[in-house]
């Protein structure tokens, strides 16, 4: 009969319905859906609060914890949009310049501080080495290199307050004094510091190149060391450690929620003509994921979409591994505890660097890369030239780079350009022969 015929229909939800499902989806859901459906990308135009919502996921950032009362979705739509354009177009739109005294030791930028030494606002004797400051936690951690018997190396680390440099209220003590091993001969060539949370990462090399890694959970003092070329911090309890492990280069993903008892999670192999190469990471600036959202930001940098850039320098020539650090995660199932780079390179891209221009001072923002191309040298080493730039894209790869470049003069009103360093809203440039420093918002954009 008729009427038992199976019929189908097509039935179109109306505006005001759609509208309340889209107020419910996070960014980043709402933007995959715009880029399927015309009339959902239509609508979300239409109104402030939604494309506000929509530009926050294609602008890789989240919404900031100050109330609307304080900025309207109309001003932060607004400021938003110009963030993001005046970063792909290497725009900045203020300078301020702080003249450093010439007795410092040691300048540097972190957790959204320029700070210099040899005094901060502070006595820091013995001379400084490394700072690392937690804004958030109110904490600045200070590295000194201390007198030890010959052949040894010996260190501190100052672990204070940020605002008046007592004992920081969570800290055992002070202060934490170690002993090198042996492998460290002095002298120190260099430390590096990272905060993470509990957890404090300090990278020591001395000569010869040899490097170490010293973990410090800083409340409790417990430490421990470990023999990678370089740490990177994915949360507090989750570090990524590059190595030359049993011939091949590897990351591993340990598990550190207990420092007496390091965890292998997971190892991932890396590329075979790696196997001799010099590893590093490159800091990024923005806050993980088990970070407290920042108190002031309007937007900030979303963690699910920050970027892991590892460095291998190979037989004279430099290459870069970017992945989304969010790939990095333990798994239960053993067999895919290793994981071949024949499999994890569909998610990677990576890139050649030239011998010259000297490329340097590598900095990670979100997933955001900034660094400084230093000028050709009078007399440079001879090197075979690399293949072009952009040599692999991973076809799982979620990245794709978007590149903008700016000339900086190298000297300006008698001052020579040394450095560069970045929060997520400055770039700060260091001059070397008077010590100034000028803050500007030159941006690129990876995303």
Known sequence: MPHRLPTTGRY?????????????????????????????????????????????ALSGMSDGTLLPSKRTLALRLKLL???????????????QRVKLPV????????????????????NTNPTPVSVAIDPSQSLIVVGHALGA???????????????????????????FDFLAPIALAPPLEKMTLSICGNKVAASL??????????????????????????????????????????????????????????????????????????LSFAPNASLTGDAPSPARALFYADANVRILLLSAQVNGHKQWLIINESYFRPTSRPDRQFVPWAEWNNYCLMKNLPAFPVVRNVQVIGNRVLYLESNFPAYPERHSPPKGPWFHFGSRSVLFPTESFK?????????E???IAATEDNIVLFSVSTKSAYSTHLRTDLS
């Open 149 to 175: 018997p010959a052949g040894q190396l010996a260190m501190r680390l100052k672990v204070r307050n940020l605002w008046n440099f007592d004992k920081h209220p969570h800290a055992r003590d002070a202060y």
């Open 417 to 419: 350009l040394d450095s």
């Open 81 to 95: 949009l110009t963030y993001r354009k005046e970063w792909s177009r290497l725009h900045w739109t203020g300078e």
């Open 103 to 122: 007795t410092s030791t040691l300048s540097g930028v972190t957790g959204d501080f320029v700070y210099y030494t040899h005094h901060l606002r502070f």
């Open 12 to 56: 179109r939800i109306s505006n005001d319905v759609l509208i309340l499902i889209l107020e419910n989806m996070d960014a980043t859901t709402l933007y995959r859906v715009c880029k399927v459906f015309e009339r959902i990308r239509y609508l979300v135009s239409q109104f402030h609060h939604l494309t506000y919502k929509y530009e926050l």
């Open 205 to 278: 090399q001395c000569a010869g190149g040899v490097i170490k890694q010293l973990l410090l959970d800083w409340t409790s003092f417990q430490a421990t060391w470990m023999e990678d070329l370089d740490v990177h911090f994915v949360k507090s309890n989750y570090l990524l450690g590059a190595k030359i492990y049993r011939g091949k280069a590897v990351v591993h993903l340990y598990n550190i929620s207990n420092l007496s008892k390091v965890i292998i999670e997971r190892e991932y192999e890396l590329p075979p003509h790696w196997a001799q190469a010099n």
């Open 407 to 415: 000339d900086i003069s190298s000297r300006s009103q008698g001052v």
